[in-house]
């Protein structure tokens, strides 16, 4: 029987790879502070369950392939109070952020185009791609300039004929880092030199702690080339709920991938009555989840500044960071905190950050850490990490 | 901006592309007796939303890539009754059937393979099988033979070095046809002898009703070749909860599958609960619904065989009947049943047959009528379908 080479090709998730280790650990009874996995421990808004448990009818059914009205009435209002306008045909609910994505990629790109992304990068999106026969084009950013983008010059030599569009996160995953408003006018202006697509991830929208956010969506230029994608994960801690968007005014990409939404019939209806009730949430709801992960963010940021050795990003958005550690192999510290390292039966978990990156070799001393724990557990990982750092015998 | 030309290529879905033309008729007045969808009337079971009410955890967070473990277990125990055994490690949840179907094309065939199905087909294997550019080899099956399969010689006509794996349901969509076991066997050959993957789609096993049912995991020879479609849709008259998995013994399959399931991270979290529950649905439920679809079966047989020059299937499972029209073409008599025809106010909406063949031509006589109705309606359907084919002015 045949296995495909495109999944052959699949790398495991930096995220989840480690799992094992971290199961082993824990039948050992060590205490783990995962910051591994954007997780966040914010309890999901009441609206969510309250509105799903009053669901009662008898049967069921499908949906609409596009996503079900109310949802998208509230996705656009949500939009509309971040001055976005957006029409209902506009709007198209996917199975959570990852959908979105992967249904932008295949209706962009056929096998052997190229998305031109910027590494590190959210890891999969290189699934994604590949599942595709895609092939990703990564312009290589630096622990060093704070992971910001490269000169518009740097940056189109990474355009060749096959590039179809251009794919980023922002706030950043893995890096945390906001673009600037300069950083995003030359996107906008590569976009329509070479007239690509831009797919935006912003779920990390209401995440960003020092200074305003600027959507993509507000380049008015941008409109015929531009894709969001977005999600309930993260803005309203509903991971689980699976239930995200895509939303583009081109009508011919918008035409299309209704044609992809009716292939699989339509998203579970029960999390899309769930996910209309969370985009109700009262605005002071986001901005309190904002305030903690500010908390959270600074703690973060003190607890590294006190590792001899480390180079961290400042980040400013999503919740995550990317750190530069004096060791070996990231990876090989990694197991080596969940295996053979423990402060009073405590230890850290984390991403190594060689998974973010395309380019052979990069990352290899990275990590990516994500800051979804109280701002008490994070001191207390902090400190485990800088005495896993200074016990480390693959220490640099 | 560039859109792919895999996704141009789509069709828009022979069930759903007549959708306007019911809105029309519904906006002036007409009732619809809707036979074009898949959709049954049958009340879910009360266990999917009383465990989904008790859901109580504070944070929706993602779940295992795999399923959640009730889920998987309660998923192990049905089969066992079914007199299959598998291990936990076998079992993939997955959002519907849909995506089990995709995640099987992409894992078993590269851009330019082949897939072997027999048409008329479940026209969404056409849009999983082009998004990831795997070319269908339809080999014909048809109205006279009552859709069973050809002989062995023909089948293995088809196969080429790029047939990567036969793809079947069984009971059939869209013809209501039940594999022999001389049919299952043949295939059985077939699949062993070529070394393909057999991706067998038994969504529909519990709608049998003359006779025994046979699931290809009977045949311990299949093995490691086997790979089992199913889905909660039908089955507990769920299809809104998007619930389905994939099953296979072949750990070289599984193991590339977690990393496809791993990329789009969990599946959504309250419907696995609620689907753990429907799985715990004593199996007299499933007795009475099968019970019931026999009595639909029988009524829309019955209204057939009184209609002159209409050629049908001998249904004998599933919840559809594929029927050959005294009429030039079943799409516009399908267009016209819904903007020009009606008895007292009331119309019939069914499928054209066209799209679910891939032969250009194949089919534009054809129609797929789902008994999903009760047989007082049913009775009525047939009655309006009757009297609309003797008024056609298309007719032959």
Redesign the interface.
Known sequence: ????????A????PI?RLTPYATAAKAKGKKIYHLN?G??????PAQ??DS??K??D??????N?QGELPLIHAIKKYYKEWNMDFEDSDIYVT??G??AL?LAV??????G?ELLVFEPYYA?YN??AR???VNINAVPTSAEEGYHLPSKEVIEKHITPKT??ILLTNPGNPTGVVYTMDEMKMIVEIVLKY???LIADEVYREFVYDGEYHSFGYFKELD??LIIVDSVSKRY???????GCLVSK?K??TT?IL??C??????????QV?AAALYTTPTSYLQEVNQEYKKRRDTIAAGLAKIPGLMSSNPKGAFYVMVKLPVDDAEKFAIWMLEEFDVNGETVMFAPGNGFYDTPGCGVDEARLAYVLNCEDLEKAMEILAAGLAAYPGKK
């Open positions: 029987m045949n296995i495909s080479k495109r999944v052959q699949l790398t495991t998730s989840r996995i997780q966040p421990d914010i309890e999901t969510f369950m799903i448990r669901f009662d008898k049967v069921v059914a499908y949906g392939s199975n959570g990852s959908e992967a295949m209706t962009l790109c056929d096998p185009d999969n699934s994604f599942t595709y026969n179809k569009a007239d690509l697509a015929n080339n801690s509903a991971c689980g709920a699976r239930i081109n011919q990409f299309e044609k992809c009716q292939a699989r019939l339509c998203c579970p209806m029960l999390e769930g």
